[in-house]
């Protein structure tokens, strides 16, 4: 049983550039969160998916944020016009859809220069 | 606004003794609490958790209580083992009516455990 898997690990990009992280959740798994953590805090929700279906956004994804899961199985996290803001490290989680617990992957640390 | 709050940045403990991490909330609609430890350069792996119709969950080590009346939970766990030294994160969803079960995180408490 694999865990939740997340690529790459580390980013580092010049403000302006588009960045896309990717997440591939636990395989009978078919909720999807987005999570944000920053230097000194808990992690702090960006979006959910249920199956394909991205059924709430946090008013802290600004539109240059937006997240896809095409067939409902891994998804992905693209950032537009990336600004030194946007650096932390981004989480990703899945529970099954009658489950209260979340499992993580390993994030992926954005830095932003 | 923070809705779960972890008013102790860090603990220390002796290997062997008991820690005990504090946890408060503010939103009375929060109906399960989790618990999860982070290692550095790891994303939070979960710990054990508890519904708020019971007050206390066990599972070796480690043991949850629940205070509804003062929005309070805590986790003990005894013995503390050098191991245990991360990150430890409190979190509360409640179901919003379309089963959406996000999480809302506590800042963490750094325990360390000396030897």
């Known amino acids: 049983d694999t865990g939740v898997s997340q690529d790459p690990r580390h980013k580092i990009t010049k403000r302006g550039q588009n960045v896309t992280f990717r997440c591939d959740p636990i395989?009978?798994?078919?909720?999807l969160y987005w999570y944000r953590q920053t230097l000194g805090q808990g992690p702090e929700f960006l979006t959910y998916?249920?199956?394909?279906?991205?059924?709430?956004k946090s008013r802290l994804l600004s539109d240059r944020f937006s997240a896809e899961r095409p067939k409902g199985s891994f998804s992905t996290l693209e950032i537009q016009r990336t600004e030194q803001g946007d650096s932390a490290m981004y989480l990703c989680?899945?529970?099954?859809?009658?489950?209260?617990?979340?499992?993580f992957g390993p994030g992926t640390r954005l830095t932003v220069t | 606004d923070q809705q779960v709050k972890q008013n102790s940045p860090s603990l220390s403990v002796q290997e062997g003794r008991i820690s005990i991490l504090n946890c408060d909330y503010t939103?009375?609609?929060?109906?399960?609490f989790l618990w999860y430890k982070k290692y550095p350069a790891e994303g939070p792996t979960f710990l054990i958790s508890?519904?708020?119709?019971?007050d206390k969950n066990e599972d070796g080590r480690f043991t949850v209580f629940l205070n509804k009346s003062a929005k309070h939970l805590s986790l003990h766990i005894v013995p503390s083992q050098p191991g245990d030294s991360a990150v430890y994160f409190c979190?509360?969803?409640?179901?919003?009516?379309?089963?959406?079960?996000?999480?809302?995180f506590g800042a963490g408490t750094t325990v360390t455990v000396r030897a």
């Open positions: 989680a899945s529970s099954l859809t009658t489950g209260r617990e979340q499992y």
């Open positions: 508890i519904s708020s119709i019971k």
């Open positions: 979190a509360a969803s409640y179901n919003k009516g379309s089963d959406d079960y996000k999480l809302s």
């Open positions: 998916f249920q199956n394909e279906a991205q059924l709430e």
């Open positions: 395989s009978e798994h078919n909720r």
């Open positions: 939103n009375s609609m929060f109906d399960y």
